[in-house]
T-cell receptor, first 114, second 111 residues
Framework: ETGVTQSPTHLIKTRGQQVTLRCSSQ?????VSWYQQALGQGPQFIFQ???????GRGNFPPRFSGLQFPNYSSELNVNALELDDSALYLC?????????????FGPGTRLLVL | KNQVEQSPQSLIILEGKNCTLQ??????????LRWYKQDTGRGPVSLTI???SENTKSNGRYTATLDADTKQSSLHITASQLSDSASYIC??????????WGAGTKLIIKP
């Protein structure tokens, strides 16, 4: 166990709906990154939060947004869901926003969009 | 284009045998290279992180090598166990926050 938890574990939504995924980082970790992993592919970087501010973003549209709270837990929000948003969403926490320290991943939230 | 390519795509070996997974990258500027193990439906677990100056790093039965000149890395697994069945993903970090992920090698260990 890495100490990183995510909720919910599974979720089914329909096209056009909105979804919020949650992540609790490992104790003391101030950096949280979110990834989207389609079946059979490697994770794709969505964005990273460091001390409550977004400090890096991958190639995802603005309907993917996030938050980090003072306790360093984080949310990923996706608006106007599309079928291609179906994937495993992973969050990872670390002590270092520059990526010099190990990232610890949560178990993921599997999202299915119908 | 920044890319990480892994080979083979999948591999089946017998329990107790050794195997080597390959990773070639074209990512620049380079910061570090990581190997992760990912069980089906679970989050990745870090095995090793290597910087430009490191050639070899071990973690138990896992040994990673890095040749920064040829931009190649390998992950060697010794005396494989059934629990080694998983996807192994090579990830290269640029000198900013960006991580470039490979598609992974799916390893199956048969008894």
């Amino acid at each position: 166990e890495t100490g990183v938890t995510q909720s919910p574990t599974h979720l089914i939504k329909t096209r056009g709906q909105q979804v919020t995924l949650r992540c609790s980082s490992q104790s003391g970790h101030n950096t949280v990154s979110w990834y989207q992993q389609a079946l059979g592919q490697g994770p794709q970087f969505i964005f990273q939060y460091y001390r409550e501010e977004e400090n890096g973003r991958g190639n995802f549209p603005p309907r993917f947004s996030g938050l980090q709270f003072p306790n360093y837990s984080s949310e990923l929000n996706v608006n106007a869901l599309e079928l291609d948003d179906s994937a495993l969403y992973l969050c990872a926490s670390s002590l270092d926003p520059q990526g010099r320290e190990t990232q610890y991943f949560g178990p993921g939230t599997r999202l299915l969009v119908l | 284009k920044n890319q990480v390519e892994q080979s083979p795509q999948s591999l089946i070996i017998l329990e107790g045998k050794n195997c080597t997974l390959q990773c070639n990258y074209t990512v620049s500027p380079f910061s570090n290279l990581r190997w992760y193990k990912q069980d089906t439906g679970r989050g990745p677990v870090s095995l090793t992180i290597m910087t430009f100056s490191e050639n070899t790093k071990s973690n138990g039965r896992y040994t990673a090598t890095l040749d920064a000149d040829t931009k190649q890395s390998s992950l060697h697994i010794t005396a494989s166990q059934l629990s080694d069945s998983a996807s192994y993903i090579c990830v290269v970090k640029q000198s900013n926050y960006q991580l470039i992920w490979g598609a992974g090698t799916k390893l199956i260990i048969k008894p």
